[in-house]
């Protein structure tokens, strides 16, 4: 990398850092205003709710990162336009592709940056953060609650009104189906443990369904083996914004084994996926602003139009993700086509640009 390629990627780093700050620091104030009235609850005060906005800071960065991306890029070249050093660096033989290639490389880098984050530190983050705020209002650690579930294991299909813990359940009922998707049996068990790669439950009554005769039985245990895993059902219960890229993999191919809409798990996965090319065409729409019109413009007016572009891009994303699961659309293609158009719309104006 030579010396003007690090030194346009400085600037943009350097200003993306400043505008990162300011950015994060006004959405988590804004997180912290609107908690407030959660406050009081328990022993959950001022003081928890500040670290609870803490602990959510990577989850807020990670939605602000191409805003950030964008934002930083404007100001960065901005102020090299400003003090005509761009102006210097074309006189001197530096095409744009060349001042491109450098912004793209800053953005490779943010992009990987943003991967890491969003996979990584923002679902632990906001995990931590919920955990934190449920035992600060209750007084008891959670693990995944009360939650009622409804999951289909083969031919049978599970109703677990109590989801203790990931290898905890109580109050099961199981819906086992005919080869004509009839109803076969039920069976209701009053607890069940995940130990060894096998469910056993305990306190059982089956009832067996036949076109002639009706039978039930007792039992004390019985043992089940089959798909339904802890994980899964950790993973089941989350939020798809709050799963790592493995785990909306494994729930997938969960869900597509038992033959249950995953959807909603290939959308997140592949919005995961092309956040790190959105934080790119992001950056590279970016790059004619500063060398057309707004060459000789100011900071605040530069920071107005990439907040304009930012939250337009971030209302058509949401608007084709929506789209996307109404219409039935590829996932693939509600997750990619806003960063594609955007991408795309930056290379023809910097072709443009002179």
Do not use: C
Not at 155 to 182: G, K, T, Y
């Amino acid at each position: 990398m030579r010396t003007i390629d690090r030194y346009i990627i400085a600037h943009i780093f350097g200003f993306t850092a400043v505008v990162g700050l300011a950015l994060l620091a006004i959405y988590s104030f804004v997180g912290f205003v609107t908690g407030i009235d959660s406050t009081g609850q328990g022993k959950f005060g001022v003081l928890e709710l500040m670290i609870y906005t803490l602990m959510q800071m990577p989850a807020g960065l990670y939605t602000l990162l191409p805003i950030i991306a964008m934002l930083g890029t404007l100001m960065g070249l901005g102020a090299l336009a400003g003090q005509s050093e761009l102006i210097a660096m074309r006189a001197a033989g530096v095409s744009l592709l060349r001042i491109g290639r450098a912004t793209l490389l800053a953005g490779v880098a943010l992009g990987i940056f943003g991967l890491v984050l969003g996979d990584w530190l923002a679902p632990a983050g906001s995990e931590s953060a919920e955990a934190y705020k449920t035992k600060a209002r209750t007084g008891i650690a959670p693990g995944l609650g009360n939650h009622a579930v409804w999951l289909r294991d083969g031919d049978s299909i599970f109703h677990i009104q109590r989801l203790l813990s990931e290898d905890h359940v109580a109050d099961i009922e199981i819906f086992r189906l005919a080869p004509d998707m009839s109803l076969a049996a039920v069976l209701r068990a009053q607890e069940g443990r995940y130990l060894d790669g096998v469910w056993h439950f305990s306190g059982i009554s089956q009832t067996a369904l036949s076109p002639g005769a009706t039978t039930v039985s007792q039992s004390p245990t019985l043992d089940w083996q089959g798909s339904l895993s802890p994980e899964v059902l950790r993973l089941f219960v989350l939020e798809a914004d709050s799963l790592t890229m493995p785990g909306l993999m494994r729930l997938i191919r969960y869900l597509d084994s038992n033959r249950l809409d995953s959807a909603e798990y290939r959308l997140e996965f592949w919005r995961k996926l092309m956040a790190p090319f959105t934080v790119m065409a992001m950056m590279l729409f970016a790059i004619p602003f500063v060398l057309g019109s707004m060459r000789n413009s100011g900071a605040g007016q530069r920071l107005l139009i990439g907040i304009l572009i930012g939250v337009g891009f971030y209302v058509i994303n949401e608007v084709s993700s929506n789209l996307g699961q109404l219409y039935r659309w590829p996932p693939f293609l509600a997750a990619a086509v806003p960063t594609f158009v955007l991408a795309s719309g930056g290379l023809y104006r910097l072709s443009r640009a002179r």
